[in-house]
């Protein structure tokens, strides 16, 4: 067993994903936001690179059925229905949409991770089913690989406390560190820097900063409601859905 984690995913290749338990983390905000809307209700979520790229998936799956999501430089995109925040996806807007979401690094992120055996989004709102799977799957002899998607190819210190919290959470009780990377170790290292509390090491982060400068503070709050959208979404076939 292996238990990797990578602080972005510039430069991973598919065969260093293929055949493992991935779980990718973008919690500012992405990877918050698909667990509230699949938790609300949304039908899937399809990941896609570009803004086109997204149009055009939008017309592929029907517009009706369809709502566009995201963000650039964490303001929605002109013309989109919904940007990338948690708090836009209520069940009335959300419930049986397909949203079609662009972001700067999270959907990136996702993408990158499709050869995965599994391919799981991260978050504090849906920790406890994280936590769970995991240690699942580590306990089951899988290989793990946390997937950070960091800030434009850089380490950000948001998702990095994120995944030292996933992989506590997938050691259990163990002590033991045989099969941890460094990156798995120095995640770990936060966790102990930062203590238990989400909200800390959010806000201190260049992308919490970026978001309170901005006035989407409660963007941050949000994300840092452990089990607020209790739903494990399984990207699977260039679709999120949440497992059943
Ligand atoms: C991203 O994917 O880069 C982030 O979710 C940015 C944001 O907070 O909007």
């Known amino acids: 067993m292996t238990l990797d984690v990578v602080f ?33 209700g949304a039908r899937a979520v399809v990941p896609v690179a570009t803004t086109e790229e997204a149009l055009r998936m939008a017309q592929t799956l029907g517009p009706d059925e369809t709502l566009l999501a995201g963000e650039r430089h964490c303001v929605p995109i002109p013309g989109f229905a919904l940007g990338n925040s948690p708090r836009e996806m209520q069940p009335e807007v959300v419930r049986g949409k397909t949203l079609v979401m662009t972001t700067t690094n999270g959907t990136a992120a996702l993408l990158t991770a499709a050869a995965g055996a599994s391919v799981i989004v991260a978050a504090a709102v849906n920790f406890s089913l994280v936590g769970e799977r995991a240690q699942t799957a580590l306990m089951a002899g ?18 990095a406390y994120c995944a030292g919290r996933v992989v506590q959470a997938a050691l259990g009780g163990n002590r ?3 099969g941890l990377n460094d ?3 120095a995640a770990l ?19 919490g900063r970026d978001l309170a400068e901005l006035g989407m503070k409660d963007d941050i709050a949000d994300a840092a409601r452990v089990d607020a959208y209790p739903v494990l979404p399984v990207f699977h076939e260039r679709r999120l859905q949440a497992a059943s």
């Open 142 to 159: 899988e290989d793990l690989l946390i997937i950070c998607a960091g800030r434009e190819g850089r380490f950000a210190l948001d998702d």
């Open 8 to 40: 972005t995913p510039a430069g991973l290749t598919g065969a260093e994903v293929q055949g493992r338990t991935v779980f990718v983390i973008d919690i500012l905000r992405a990877g918050t936001t698909m667990c509230a809307a699949l938790h609300h």
């Open 189 to 207: 290292d936060l966790v102990r820097r930062y203590g238990e509390r989400w909200e800390r090491p959010l806000l201190v982060s260049e992308g």
């Open 183 to 185: 990156a798995a170790l």
């Open 176 to 178: 033991g560190r045989k």
